[in-house]
Nanobody, 122 residues
Framework: VQLQASGGGLVQAGGSLRLSCAAPGRTFSRKVMGWFRQAPGKEREFVAG????????SYADSVKGRFTISRDNAKNTVDLQMNSLKPEDAAVYYC????????????????WGQGTLVTVSS
């Protein structure tokens, strides 16, 4: 079971990037999808999550108002639109899937992608 994250790259502070994650249907179906990130020397942290229907979302305080998570259930994809990027947003970003409700704890997610690197220059 593989989640494929893409869209990372180098961007200047204040710029935007859109990350995308594609999943096999059996992984994506009826699952909560989340984005996490891990900067060098730091723990992997929750960034955003979205319910299966898309009607419920959750964001880390550090990204509220700047990042938007969305999903397309027909295409089995979940996106993370990142605006007003800051140097502290630089990290490897991972998508993940779980059953049930949105959660911020990484240990509750069952499926993970390989990560995509976001670099933000100041």
């Amino acid at each position: 079971v593989q989640l494929q994250a893409s869209g990372g790259g180098l961007v200047q502070a204040g710029g935007s990037l859109r990350l995308s994650c594609a999943a096999p249907g059996r992984t994506f179906s009826r699952k909560v999808m989340g984005w996490f990130r891990q900067a060098p020397g730091k723990e992997r942290e929750f960034v955003a999550g979205i319910s299966w229907s898309g009607s419920s979302t959750s964001y880390a305080d550090s990204v509220k108002g700047r990042f938007t998570i969305s999903r397309d259930n027909a295409k089995n994809t979940v996106d993370l639109q990142m605006n007003s990027l800051k140097p502290e947003d630089a990290a490897v970003y991972y998508c993940a899937a779980k059953e049930g409700l949105i959660a911020t704890e990484r240990g509750l997610y069952d499926y993970w992608g390989q990560g995509t690197l976001v670099t933000v220059s100041s």
